[in-house]
C-alpha cells in the first residue's frame, strides 16, 4: 500500500477522534445529524475512498461511546443509541458510581467492536451471492423488522397497532411539506424524525409543566448529594477484562455477537432487547445494572459497525438503519457516489478491510484509552461546574437548531408533534426500537398496504 494513502488514513482516522469526542461530550447531539454533514462533505471534497472509510469507521466507535459518557454523568442521553441506557445510569448515577459506569462502557465497547468487525467481514461475504435478490425486496427487512421488534418486546397488541398510525404521521408530514414547498418535491426529512422520537418522551414530560395542575402535584425535594466512587480509577487498569467481571465479559461478548448478524434491525431496539437480557435477573440491582451498561455499550458499537460494514461490503446498497442514516454518504452522495457507483463498486474487498480495521482499531485505542484513564476527573469537573438544568437547555436548543436547518419554521412544529406523538406512545408502551424501525418502514408501509 502506498505509504502516503496510509498516513491519510491514519490522520484521518485520529481527526474523526478529535473532533467527536468533543461533540461526543454534548448531550443530543444526534448520531445522524453530526456524522452525515461530514462525511458527506468528505467525499463530495474528492477524498480517497479508503480515508472516507476509515474516517467513518473511526466516527461511529468514538462517538458511540462518547456519547455514552453524558448518560453516565448527567443522566441526559448523547445520542439516540444512548436512550436504552438511561435507567440504568441514573440508577447508578444516583450511587456516585458514574466513573465506573464510563470505565465498563468502555470495556463493553471494546468487546463489541472486536467481536464485530471479524464477524461482520464473515457474514458480508456469506451474503454477496445473495446481492442481487436483497437489492429487489431490501425495503421488506424494515417492514419485517418493526413486526419483529414489536413480537419480541413487551406490549405486543400494542406495539403493533402503533406501526400503521406511526407510518401515517411520517409520511403524511413529508407530503404536508412537499405539498407546501418546505422541501422539494425528491426532498426527505430524516434528522428532524429521529430526533421527534428521541425527545418524545422528554418533550410529553416538559409540555405537561405547562399544566398547572400537573406542575403543583409533581414532588418537591431537597438538593441531592451524590459522592463519586474513586474505586475502578486507577491509571493503571486498561485490560478490559480488569474492569469488567468474567460474567459481564462472557455477556458483552455474547450478546455483541447475536447483535451483529441482526444488522437490518434497528440498533436502538437491539440494544434495548438484548441489553435486558444481558443485564439478567440474577444478582442485586448494581449488578444487574452494570451488566446492562457493559453489554448495551457491546452491543451498540457491533450494531453500529455491523449495519455499515455488511450493506457495504456485501450488496452496495442502504439495507439498515445505520446505512440508511448515518451511513447514505458512504452510499449515496451525487454526484460523488451513487447506488450504482459507491464504496462498494470502487474498493477491493482487502482495501476495505484495511481501511475499516484501522479506522477501528486507532479510534478504539484513542477513545478507550481517554474515557478509561480520565473518567474520574471528566466526571468531577462536570458533576461539580455544570449544571444539569444548563445542559437541559443546550440539548433542547440543539433540537430547535436541527429542525430549522432541516426544514425551517415549519419544521420545529413538525418536530414537536412526531415528539409529542411517539413521546405519548412511548410511555404508554411503544417502544423506541419499534418506532424507529417503523420511521425506515412507513414508505413501503404506506405505498403498499394502504
Known amino acids: 500500500m502506498d505509504p502516503a494513502l496510509m498516513l491519510q488514513m491514519l490522520l484521518a482516522a485520529v481527526a474523526a477522534v478529535l473532533l467527536y469526542t468533543f461533540i461526543g461530550f454534548i448531550p443530543g447531539t ?14 463530495l471534497a474528492g477524498v480517497d475512498p479508503m480515508v472516507l472509510l476509515t474516517f467513518f469507521i473511526a466516527a461511529i466507535v468514538t462517538l458511540n461511546l462518547a456519547n455514552a459518557i453524558p448518560t453516565a454523568l448527567v443522566g441526559l442521553p448523547g445520542g439516540v443509541l444512548s436512550a436504552p441506557m438511561m435507567e440504568h445510569s441514573l440508577y447508578l448515577r444516583q450511587q456516585g458510581r458514574s466513573a465506573e459506569t464510563i470505565r465498563k462502557m468502555a470495556a463493553g465497547s471494546a468487546v463489541g467492536t472486536v467481536i464485530a468487525v471479524p464477524v461482520s467481514f464473515a457474514i458480508a461475504s456469506a451474503i454477496a451471492p445473495f446481492a442481487d435478490t436483497l437489492r429487489q425486496h431490501g425495503s421488506l427487512l424494515f417492514v419485517g ?14 406495539n403493533l397497532l402503533a406501526i400503521i398510525p406511526m407510518s ?71 485490560n478490559p477484562t480488569k474492569i469488567l467481571t468474567t460474567d459481564e465479559t462472557v455477556r458483552t461478548g455474547f450478546w455483541s455477537l447475536v447483535t451483529t448478524p441482526l444488522f437490518f434491525l434497528s440498533p436502538v431496539g437491539l440494544t434495548f432487547l438484548l441489553g435486558e437480557l444481558a443485564a439478567g435477573r440474577k444478582g442485586d440491582r448494581t449488578t444487574r445494572a452494570d451488566r446492562a451498561m457493559a453489554a448495551m455499550s457491546g452491543i451498540a458499537h457491533a450494531s453500529y459497525l455491523s449495519g455499515t460494514i455488511i450493506p457495504l461490503l456485501a450488496v ?16 449515496n452522495a451525487p454526484p460523488a457516489y451513487d447506488l ?24 478504539l485505542v484513542l477513545t478507550y484509552v481517554i474515557a478509561v484513564r480520565y473518567s474520574y476527573r ?23 437548531l436541527l429542525a430549522y436547518l432541516d426544514a425551517g419554521v415549519a419544521n420545529i412544529f413538525g418536530v414537536l408533534l412526531v415528539g409529542v406523538a411517539c413521546g405519548t406512545l412511548n410511555k404508554l408502551g411503544v417502544g423506541y426500537g419499534v418506532q424507529f424501525m417503523t420511521l425506515y418502514a412507513s414508505p413501503w408501509i404506506v405505498q403498499n398496504l394502504l
Open 168 to 238: 401515517l404521521l411520517f409520511q403524511g408530514l413529508l407530503s404536508l411539506y412537499r405539498d407546501s414547498g418546505v422541501i422539494p418535491e425528491d426532498g426527505n426529512i430524516s434528522v428532524s424524525f429521529f430526533l421527534g422520537i428521541t425527545i418524545g418522551p422528554l418533550l410529553v414530560s416538559v409540555l405537561g409543566m405547562l399544566n398547572r395542575t400537573v406542575r403543583d402535584a409533581m414532588p418537591r425535594r431537597r438538593a441531592v448529594k451524590v459522592d463519586l466512587a474513586t474505586s475502578g480509577t486507577d491509571h493503571s487498569a486498561l
Open 145 to 158: 423488522g418493526a413486526v419483529v421488534l414489536a413480537l419480541l418486546g413487551r406490549n405486543r397488541l400494542l
Open 378 to 400: 471528566i466526571t468531577y469537573l462536570v458533576m461539580r461546574y455544570i449544571a444539569h438544568e444548563a445542559v437541559l437547555g443546550l440539548f433542547i436548543a440543539f433540537i430547535l
Open 30 to 43: 444526534d448520531e445522524t445529524s453530526v456524522l452525515v454533514p461530514v462525511s458527506l462533505a468528505l467525499a
Open 316 to 331: 452496495g446498497i442502504p439495507l439498515s438503519p445505520v446505512a440508511i442514516g448515518p451511513a447514505q454518504a458512504l452510499f
Open 340 to 363: 450504482d457507483s459507491n464504496l462498494h463498486h470502487t474498493l477491493s474487498t482487502a482495501s476495505f478491510m484495511v481501511a475499516v480495521v484501522v479506522g477501528a482499531v486507532l479510534a
